[in-house]
């Protein structure tokens, strides 16, 4: 029995319907499930063809490139943070949902740590797992932990540039 | 085996300290406990690293020395530099007065 | 110099609560090192031999005499009465508790400064020409843009964790005083076929164990394209650069195993589809922060000044101290003038809390109230009357600052090494003072001239000895101290690494070494040839001869 994951969405804990099935595992004809790369890549037309949900699993070295034409067959797309610091998923996020312009919901897996979330957030990541001990309070303070950004990213909240060119336009 | 002493830097003002054998750390490697056998270097082993475990000190290591004349002193010139201070600022660090 | 506007306040504030907050957990046992570590580093707070030491980022070198007089109130209150200037134009404090560095970023905060970003995987301060603004033949001033970049850079959410460190440099004029081929990504300003302004972007500089030259990318990027732009550089080293092996990680051994074409043309094809998504640069905002950078209030004065040519006449060693330390402006009737930080029997870079707040005040008196770091660890006075000259030069010398010899042998670069680092393998600082002290003679040293000595206490070369007229090398030779010298870099525009010479010295055999070389230079030179020149017109032979020669 997988851990239960500990999902972050939209500002709360979510009951999280996806099941990761492993390479070797079968999988479930219906239901919510998300797949590796690998897997994605030997099994397409089988998956393609299930009934139910899918979602994939990038691990950080991929290219996200590899995966645009497939991004409409996908509901989630999970990107993985393997050690705190490797900050490729930033980057995959970005040009997933910006480059592609992949609607779906994208998630963070792995490392997640606190100090990481509101960078994740701005470069598109919409949910998140988070260590068992993690609380929502956790969440809501690293998401205030910044009231100005010098850059736009992925996300909706107004940067600097914008922000001064409004004040001065206003002037 | 050789003979070590146990170094870390104090978490909160980042001085090099020395574990003494009452599982305590000193800023005066003269307090340093001194091992020679392997089951004695094992146990500070054990004590440094609980002290780690229990986030006081940082950067915790086995440091090889010789004893001259009843006074502890490291093989490796880093470690006998963090013992004393700066080469160049000789009123700077443990050899100095306020050190 | 720029002033922060209330976002630019925002952030430092909530930047220095953050960190805050995260040494209260740390010091509450909520967050092992491992966790703790990569948060301290990018507030600029290593662990070191002795104590934390605190980097402090001063943005393209440029402080205010209230930022300097804080700095000096952070020695005497928080540290031991003396910071360092380091090699990025930045200023480190070696005595630091954890438990004072919120205090510290605060009493930063309160005059427009911070420790962002000044260690760790992201991009760090970003460096310019120190002599910005006042030195004739400058397109536009780099300033302008590289704050523009750090702000740009500041907490960027998708670059904050790279392979690697990642230093930007810019220059607007040749030659270049920035080094910027030395670093991951260089700008040069410059003006294409129809008059525009825009940048020559390079990449893939560094030095340290593979020390390269940065290659072009573009040959010119507009203005209003510059950060997108940037941020297609970065998103292909992000994704592409080495995380298993940390001293194959930077942006260099990239660009360096694809080749600089394939490097470009991945970050062309990720540009044209994000330049329209990418971090604008309106002109509204280039104008509101080149205002900043503005000429002050000149004087209009009348050529020659009398007192200054007069002092010059009938004082030898200020007319010394002039020669050597003081640069010529684009303004009629004012000077670029140089504090060295070198003074013989020293420690290069150095500066005492008091120093600091005599040279605020000079700044105040002398120059509108700006100084300077420049990445050789001395302090510039960039608006300076010509007729004040001499009263400035009095005062500094009562203060020790007036060492008059900027770029000579004896204005050596030396990081601070096995004294205090816990990354060097040998020290540095003590060969710097060997050398000084073998070349005390002043008169010697201007028949000399020009010669960058520049010593690293091991291969992560912060001494930048890669690109010095003379490179020394620090390594550890069975426990012992031992010393590599190389010949013939330089970090200008015609930038080169150094060639070895030979077998490495130990410490005391150094300042033969260094004499013998010296030695060759003058016997070889053509007239007025500077030691650089003379290298690369006989090559290493005549010196690796000499050095090596028996007896």
Known sequence: ?171 | MSTKIFNANDINNGRVVYLAADGSWSERIADAAVVQSAEDEARLQAVADAAFEARRVVDVYAVDVAIEDGRIRPLVYRERIRAEGPSVRLDLGKQSANG | MYRYDAIDQRLVDERAAQFREQVRRRMAGELSDLEFKPLRLMNGLYLQLHAYMLRIAVPYGTLSSAQMRVLATIGRKYDKDYGHFTTRQNIQFNWIKLEDAPDILDDLAAVEMHAIQTSGNCIRNVTADQYAGVAAGEIEDPRIYAEIIRQWSTLHPEFSFLPRKFKIAVTGVFPDRAAVKTHDIGLFIRRNGKGEVGFEVLAGGGQGRTPMMAQTVRDFVPKAELLAYLESVMRIYNLMGRRDNIYKARIKILVHSLGIDKFRALVEEDYAATRDSGSPLPAAEIARIAAYFAPPAYERIETPVRAFEAARFEDRDFARWVTHNVVAHKQPGYAIAVISLKPEGGVPGDATSDQMDRIADFADRYSFGEVRVTHEQNLVMPNVKQADLHALWRELAAHGLATPNLGLITDIIACPGLDYCALANARSIPIAQRIQERFMDRDRQALIGELKIKISGCINACGHHHVGHIGILGVDKQGEEFYQITLGGSADENASVGKILGKGFPAEAVPDAIEKLVDTYLDLRADGEPFLDTYRRVGIEPFKEKVYAAG
Not at chain 1, 11 to 24: K, N, Q, R
Not at chain 1, 50 to 72: K, M
Not at chain 1, 94 to 120: K, N, P, S
């Open chain 1, 1 to 171: 029995m997988p851990p239960v994951k500990h999902v972050v969405k939209h500002g709360t804990f979510i009951d999280d319907e996806w099941l990761a099935v492993g390479d070797e595992d079968a999988v479930p004809g219906e239901g919510a499930v998300t797949v590796s790369f690998g897997r994605w890549q030997t099994e397409r037309e089988a998956l393609a063809g299930r009934n139910g949900p899918l979602g994939l699993r990038l691990p950080a070295d991929a290219d996200p490139a590899a995966i645009r034409a497939d991004l409409d067959r996908f509901e989630l797309i999970v990107l993985d943070f393997p050690k705190f610091n490797d900050g490729r998923a930033f980057s995959q996020a970005r040009m997933i949902r910006q480059r592609f312009g992949f609607a779906g919901e994208i998630r963070a897996t792995g490392h997640v740590i606190r100090d990481l979330l509101l960078f994740m957030a701005r470069c598109g990541f919409d949910s998140f797992e988070l260590a068992p001990e993690r609380t929502i309070d956790d969440w809501r303070a690293a998401m205030r932990e910044f009231s100005v950004w010098y850059q736009p990213a992925a996300d909706a909240r107004v940067p600097a540039t914008e922000l001064r060119h409004r004040a001065m336009a206003a002037e």
